[in-house]
């Protein structure tokens, strides 16, 4: 006969069913978390292990969508974790992964990317891989919904580095589904089905059903976008029919949702509204109301469409003050966006003007926070680097190490500098002074995906000069150098304020042209080709003469590394057809 727990095991014990029912049927979740922490208190337990219990009852008010409750839970953790040192550094680092989590879902970003660099922090001093993995995605998240893709794709590798390396199969799972769907963000949606069936594959050797349905669905959705309608159709309805065996109805209601999109795609609107209606009432029933406006917004497409004018108008209503109950601009600022299209769209352009107005004001708003956000982010992990070094510092100077200190300070003030410089290096190519080709990896994405919101077209011209191994050849390096410089200050000079010029590679110049489509941008790239044939080249030699081709290509359905490969081919049919001239 089994002895029966301990108060301190059934508290363990009705803490891990808590994690592994969160995300199933969290309201019984929500009920063992409550019956654990009130064990602990009546028992008086040891501060870790009631500090875990609160942690765990945190965790579960946020799932059941009480966001201030969870945010005091995980507060008072904070607050009794300040007073130990050291000693609780891993569960200060669990509260400020749940308190940023809260943060995140509030679309207060700058806050909860505060609470993951702080815990990160926290978890690599304590040695506790799993949440530091965490963490890491938690900060590929919030810059995922940012838009910046470079950060994102960068926190989300770090994290499955540590998965595979503390054989987490879990977490690999969770890293491999969220670089997919940063990818679907990104419009890169063959990438994204590579990791989805990764995903896929690392679901069914760790049997999570849950997130296995999250996983199709996306899948479902980046076939929708590249046109496979047939494969998309059986992703979305598989991933249905797995929602409806595992009974979990917060999981079926996107499922219903991705289908309702597809089949307003394929011109099945009375399936598509039967799948949206049923989606939005399980979320109002579940309490599970994030995903609600864009439910919203989805049924007033499909009203717009059949002509239920009123009908649509409502939705896109109901979609509007939802954002701005939960307060997430994003999402106010796609409702807004709706609302003017509708009114647009029916001539009432009196009524589309406020709408179309805030919206471009909230768009302004997020690129700016996007970037300040970016910035601090940067910004916090250099203080971090100093915050180590300034420690390690103070500990060598309390000891009989003067003469290695005073060395290492003069290191750290050469290191300082050389920072600054290599800052500036890390975005500029030193010949031309332009941009370079690692400014444009975190550049080209954000301005497509702006872009496309925009609704507005981005053009792209890859540039190479002419015969320029032959000008190295005849007439040296030092002159060819010299032709770069001249060829980039007329890139500048010719093009305008809103294009961006970027040294590409080699001879190889690349221009970036926001709101401009092919036919604007051909006649920038003429005048930029003409400015070089016609410059004095005769003053550096009587036998120079600099010409270059140049490949046009625009943003209408393309990613950015098909933009790339369009401009690529494009250049290649200009120096097939005699050089000296743009194709698009």
């Given at each position: 006969m089994e002895e029966p727990l301990s108060a301190c095991e059934k508290i363990t014990q009705l803490c891990e069913q808590v994690k592994g029912l969160l995300a199933h049927d969290s309201q019984q979740a929500l009920c063992l978390a409550q019956q654990a922490l009130a064990l602990a208190q009546q028992i008086e337990a040891p501060r870790r292990l009631l500090l875990q219990a609160l942690i765990c009852r945190g965790g579960?008010?946020?799932?059941?969508?009480?966001?201030?409750?969870?945010?005091?839970?995980?507060?008072?953790?904070?607050?009794?974790?300040?007073?130990?040192?050291?000693?609780?550094?891993?569960?200060?680092?669990?509260?400020?992964?749940?308190?940023?989590i809260v943060y995140r879902n509030r679309a207060d970003y700058r806050q909860a990317l505060d609470c993951y660099q702080q815990g990160l922090e926290r978890a690599r001093r304590s040695g506790a891989k799993r949440i530091e993995s965490t963490l890491l995605n938690g900060l590929g998240n919030v810059h995922?919904?940012?838009?910046?893709?470079?950060?994102?794709?960068?926190?989300?590798?770090?994290?499955?580095?540590?998965?595979?390396?503390?054989?987490?199969?879990?977490?690999?799972?969770?890293?491999?589904?969220n670089l997919g769907f940063l990818f679907e963000e990104m419009g890169d949606f063959e990438q994204a089905l590579t990791y989805y069936e990764q995903a896929l594959v690392q679901s069914d050797r760790v049997k999570d059903r849950y997130f296995r349905v999250s996983i199709l669905s996306n899948k479902c959705s980046s076939l929708r976008q590249l046109g496979r309608f047939e494969q998309a159709l059986s992703a979305g309805l598989q991933a249905h029919r797995e929602a409806l065996e595992s009974g979990n109805e917060m999981r079926r209601a996107p499922t219903l949702q991705v289908l309702a999109a597809l089949y307003k795609d394929i011109g099945e609107y009375e399936q598509a509204e039967q799948r949206i209606q049923e989606a939005i009432q399980i979320y109002k029933v579940?309490?599970?109301?994030?995903?609600?406006?864009?439910?919203?917004?989805?049924?007033?497409?499909l009203a717009s469409l059949r002509g239920e004018h009123a009908l649509a108008e409502a939705a896109f209503l109901a979609a509007l003050e939802r954002t701005q109950t939960e307060g997430d601009p994003k999402e106010e600022a796609a409702a807004h966006q709706a609302l003017a299209e509708h009114f647009e769209s029916r001539g009432e352009l009196g009524k589309a003007l406020p709408h179309f107005k805030a919206y471009h004001a909230l768009e302004q708003r997020l690129r700016r926070e996007q970037v300040q956000l970016v910035l601090a982010s940067r910004l916090t992990d250099r203080e971090n680097e100093v915050a180590r070094k300034d420690a390690e510092l103070q500990r060598l100077r309390n000891g009989e190490l003067a003469e290695l200190v005073a060395a290492l300070e003069r290191a750290n003030q050469q290191k300082e500098v050389l920072l600054v410089q290599l800052s500036q290096q890390a975005i500029e190519d030193p010949l031309t002074g332009l941009y370079n080709r690692r400014y444009l990896e975190e550049y080209?994405?954000?301005?497509?995906?702006?872009?496309?919101?925009?609704?507005?077209?981005?053009?792209?011209?890859?540039?190479?000069?002419?015969?320029?191994?032959?000008?190295?050849?005849?007439?040296?390096?030092?002159?060819?150098?010299?032709?770069?410089?001249?060829?980039?200050?007329?890139?500048?000079?010719?093009?305008?304020?809103?294009?961006?010029?970027?040294?590409?590679?080699?001879?190889?110049?690349?221009?970036?042209?926001?709101?401009?489509?092919?036919?604007?941008?051909?006649?920038?790239?003429?005048r930029i080709r003409r400015a070089v044939e016609s410059h004095p080249w005769k003053h550096f030699h009587p036998d120079l003469h600099v010409t270059l081709s140049m490949g046009l290509s625009d943003s209408r359905t393309r990613s950015p590394r098909r933009l790339l490969q369009h401009a690529d081919k494009m250049l290649y049919v200009a120096k097939n057809a005699g050089k000296n001239q743009v194709a698009a």
């Open positions: 579960a008010q946020r799932f059941c969508g009480d966001l201030d409750a969870s945010f005091e839970d995980y507060s008072e953790v904070l607050a009794q974790c300040r007073d130990q040192g050291s000693e609780l550094d891993d569960l200060h680092a669990s509260a400020l992964l749940g308190l940023g995922s919904v940012l838009g910046s893709h470079t950060e994102a794709v960068g926190y989300y590798l770090q994290a499955l580095t540590l998965a595979r390396e503390q054989a987490d199969p879990q977490a690999e799972l969770v890293m491999l589904g579940v309490g599970n109301l994030r995903h609600l406006p864009e439910a919203l917004r989805l049924q007033g497409g080209l994405p954000r301005e497509l995906q702006f872009a496309q919101r925009q609704k507005q077209v981005l053009a792209l011209a890859l540039a190479d000069l002419d015969n320029f191994k032959q000008i190295n050849d005849h007439f040296s390096h030092e002159v060819g150098d010299q032709v770069l410089k001249i060829v980039s200050q007329i890139f500048r000079k010719h093009s305008r304020k809103s294009d961006v010029v970027i040294r590409y590679g080699g001879e190889e110049l690349l221009l970036v042209m926001p709101e401009t489509d092919s036919t604007q941008g051909r006649d920038v790239c003429e």
